[in-house]
């Protein structure tokens, strides 16, 4: 079992930068590829990148490459999703998430097991 935990959400004018957590716990959690989702109300979770389980490779949706960057440290058990440059259409809660498979870069949010409960990003124009 996994238990994952985002933290560092907040209100951010446009063009500016957040720097969200996600804090895992769990036996074997350093071999999990971990990912990122964001949701507005009524719509489908997207994806937004994930990392490996070693941090040595990455994938990012085209919506935010370039701008945000993934990165993870497994002595602390911690991801990090680094946001810059935010833009209005940012706005929306934050997900972490993994599954067993390690996979780190399936778009498809039903594909992932284990889940936080969500940050709330918020940019202003």
């Known amino acids: 079992q996994v238990q994952l935990a985002e933290s560092g959400g907040g209100l951010v004018q446009a063009g500016g930068s957040l720097r969200l957590s996600c804090a895992a716990s769990g036996r074997t959690v350093n071999v999990y590829g971990i990912v990122w989702f964001r949701q507005l109300p009524g719509k489908e979770r997207e994806f937004v990148g994930g990392i490996n389980w070693n941090g040595s490779s990455s994938k990012y949706a085209d919506s935010v490459k370039g701008r945000f960057t993934i990165s993870r440290d497994n002595a602390k058990n911690t991801v990090y999703l680094q946001m810059n440059s935010l833009k209005p259409e940012d706005t929306a809660i934050y997900y972490c998430?993994?599954?067993?498979?390690?996979?780190?870069?399936?778009?498809?949010?039903?594909?992932?097991?284990?889940w936080g409960q969500g940050t709330q990003v918020t940019v202003s124009s």
């Open positions: 998430a993994a599954d067993r498979s390690g996979s780190y870069s399936a778009p498809n949010s039903r594909f992932y097991e284990f």
